[in-house]
């Protein structure tokens, strides 16, 4: 009889679910798990971030060079008149100090590869630097001959981790012309710190980037 009571007993508490101390251990330990974690997982992510703007950096880097080494032309040299820079898509970052391209009229990016003034992927992705629409016009790349565009070089140019442009200064990249050029974001500030011509990345900045030259 004792035992059955006590049975009894047991089955009242379980169903009755969690008492109040107990639910507030359980949100206490909870609280301190995430605390604990948070910043663990925010670094990871913003190390991921960077990792991948690092990467694609790299690629864009040794892409230019391989459409520079088929062509045997610069970037610079091809670029319709007063524009200077070439952006990939996304939203145009702050320049602190900086000359690079802070608006849409020196570098503006659009949905459509053809219809992007300054479109970085008219030159690897498509051979349209003229902008016109199509490849064999002229101030296109050559497509026949030694010398000739052998694209695409990338399937797509993507926006950094943050939703910039990566940005190229290729008014430095023209033949004789020995001033460092860039691939750079502005990296997780959305601020460039580092000029257009500098040979180092600014000390000191989260500015990501690689010299083409």
């Known amino acids: 009889m004792r ?13 009755g679910g969690f008492t109040l101390i107990e639910i507030i251990v359980i949100l206490a330990v909870i609280s301190i798990l995430v605390a604990f974690l948070t910043p663990s ?15 694609d950096i790299n690629t864009l880097q040794a892409v ?15 670029m319709p008149a007063g524009k200077t820079f ?22 503006t990016t659009g949905t459509g590869v053809f219809a992007s003034p300054n479109s970085l992927a008219n030159h690897l992705v498509a051979n ?20 000739r565009w052998k694209g695409p070089y990338a399937q797509s140019v993507n926006t950094d981790p943050w939703g910039n442009a990566y940005e ?22 959305g601020t460039f710190q580092t000029a257009t011509n500098a040979t180092t ?10 010299r083409i030259k």
Do not use: H
């Open 128 to 147: 349209d630097p003229n902008e016109a629409g199509g490849a064999g016009a002229a101030g296109d790349y050559a497509t026949t001959g030694n010398f």
């Open 41 to 55: 997982v925010l670094k990871y992510v913003a190390d991921a971030q960077t990792a991948r703007a690092q990467a």
């Open 86 to 107: 070439l952006c990939g898509p996304g939203n145009i970052a702050a320049v602190g100090t900086t000359s690079w391209a802070a608006s849409a009229t020196p570098c």
């Open 3 to 15: 035992s059955e009571e006590l049975t009894k007993g047991t089955a009242r508490r379980a169903s």
């Open 201 to 210: 990345l600014a000390a000191g900045s989260d500015d990501i980037g690689v």
């Open 168 to 189: 190229i200064n290729v008014s430095t990249l023209v033949s004789g012309d020995t001033t460092p050029t860039w691939v750079i974001s502005a990296g997780p500030d």
């Open 64 to 78: 230019v060079n391989d459409l520079i080494r088929d062509t045997g032309k610069y970037p610079g040299s091809m």
